[in-house]
DNA sequence: AATGAATGAGCCTTCATTCAT
DNA sequence: CATGAATGAAGGCTCATTCAT
């Protein structure tokens, strides 16, 4: 019933053929023929189903990002305390490292290559909404352990699920880099205690003293 | 009086403007001509003081990371509460946030186009070395804390750090993406405020009941 | 009838605009550029049929070495006596002088140039097949002269081919150096009645004296 | 008395360095870069002495064939017999066979790369003196040959002259393209023969019937 | 829709030559 | 005369894109 449909999935195939080759070897580094190759098509067909390198990268992003919709809309809305979706989320991102530390390096290579040139506006905007769902759906859950007092009042959950996201962003990073960090069980716990800790308790800070360097070519 | 010598100092030069244009355009995009003009020489000149436009970008790196060690390594050894380092590490990222991105901003072209090719060793290399001594002086700055009885004894420095160093890349990152988060005042309270609430207490946590999904072309 | 499939040959015009560029301009002078404008393609159709420059120029060698096979391989079979058949080659060589000089000059070229560099190897062994080749049917020839007693008996074959495809050369460096000479039917009649009787009589030779002289960069 | 000239004998060494350095790569691949490292003076200086890459080429060619006058001019002048003096030469050209192949190698270079290009005439003109001259003093010992009534009256001295030229130039050119022929003593005893009975005996010949054949590009 | 030969703009790199010191 | 940094023209090669079949 299901299996007429591959007959001529074309588009798929490339699309897949094009995040596996993008992904191993980069995206200026990546030739059209190199995707068809990989796909079983030939170099011409490409073009009957993306306008441009470009555009095929954008769509192919684009799949990748609304993949990953669905899976965490759910969270929002399950019966269960705040801490708990948190530490779920948690869960989920370091189950699913290695699928995110994949889309993470295509964002990075999008970032890096693509995004600039005529697409910028419309990858930005990509961008944009991607981290702000991401954070939204954080925010949401904070408010819930704020107003069920589970966590403190002070918090703004905004704030907090800024933070929140980029903890998670930098360790996508990390994996990504490669850079020697071990993402075993205690790092995991580390984590999971580090973050309800943050949000439950509260400590006194300081005020900054500023001091400036240069970047060459700044 | 001290060196009249460096009438024209081209390599610094070169490098200054290898890293606006770098920066400005990506790797890929980034043509040595651009360079030369930017630098105000001539084309041939590059070569005259760069191997390649790898070993440009590669020197240019290496020249950033390094002017970047100095600047942390003195926190170590002051005189101060652990707790105060941190939170005197945290304001020195948000003071040159900007400068921080810029080096991300370099750090992902480099990873996302240049590192793979013939230098991919080479280069993992200077990124896990990077990170490690961020992650090293982190976490003395913490078992330091932990010893004096600022933080508390069931943490693990070594993966306290890696997550603090997480943060403060995933901070980067929203920032180097331009992601719409406002890193203002309130944001850096809250980080300091969560970061060491997480170092003094200390709470209860679930274990993962993992779930898979498919990234296309795996 | 037979085949219209060739509807345009590209690889046999490029062939052939390159053996016309490649002698008048030499290899080293010769751009890509100019080739393709010799043969009416655009310059990166090119690299659709030959890998690189030095792929282009080691096919068109092979090329024109090839076509020359056939053409000598006839002689040493067809049922006349040794000295026709020299006589027959040499006349060939005459009658064709501008042909030879055309491929010795690709081959000066090839020596002097493109044979240096990667290809070494595989050009060298394409030289010594090649003049093996015409060696071994010279060769061949007198053998039959020795037997049928048309040649005096104390001759080696294999010294007296060599000396034969020496003459050769050295008319065709001659004549591909321009050096003043005229080949006309004397100089033919010449080499042909000095060539049989060298053959067919035998005289006292002396035994050398030495000395040496230095060339500068020795 | 004459060591006190090599102290600032520039010019000499760049001219050896030169020559051993385009023997070694060909005039192509030879960068004024590796001919100063080799003269061990800096690039700008060669351009105290020489104009350019191609005269510096000129120079060095025409001190070769200069050198090699002398050692010639003697010959014709001593009082033996003609098919001694014949086979001193030839003795002469085995005896210096590596030099004539060093020479020889130049000539190639030279004229598959260099003699193209502006200095045509001017090159082409060195080239057909040198043989003249060679041709010159081969045909006056064969005319002494005939004179004296040692060689047979029917042979034209210059036709003779220039095949006994090509033999020779065809040997050196075998010898350089190191097509494997072994030069030893039964060749050149060979060749003496060959070249002694051609002289005094002589043979009947056919007139020749054409053909044709083309060469790509033609 | 599929194909793959053809295209040509564009880029990195080399190197002979110049010239200020 | 010596030096070597600076120059810039030139060329080989790649590859995204087009288009006739």
Redo the contacts between chains.
Sequence with gaps: MSSVKRTTDRRGAI?????????A?????TTMEAVAAEAGVAKGSLYNYFRSKQDLFSQ?FA??IS?DEA?VEQLVTEAIPA??KL??R???V???LE?YT??GGLV??F???AA??QHKGEM?EM??QM??RW?GRISEIVSQGVESGQFRAE??PN??A??I???????I??S??????DFGP?????????????????????P???????????
């Design positions: 699309l897949a053929a094009a995040g596996k080759v993008f992904r070897h980069g995206y200026a580094a192919l799949e990748i993949a899976d801490d708990e530490q779920k948690i869960d989920n370091f189950a699913q699928r994949a889309i990075l290579e970032w890096a290559t600039r040139q930005a961008f944009e981290f702000s954070r918090i703004d704030v907090a800024s933070l996201v980029a903890v998670v962003d930098g360790i990073v990390q990504i880099l490669d850079v020697g960090v205690e790092y995991l716990a580390g984590l999971k205690k580090g973050l309800l800790a943050a949000l439950t308790a509260w400590a006194d800070t300081k900054p003293e500023y001091n400036q360097q240069q970047v060459p070519g700044e």
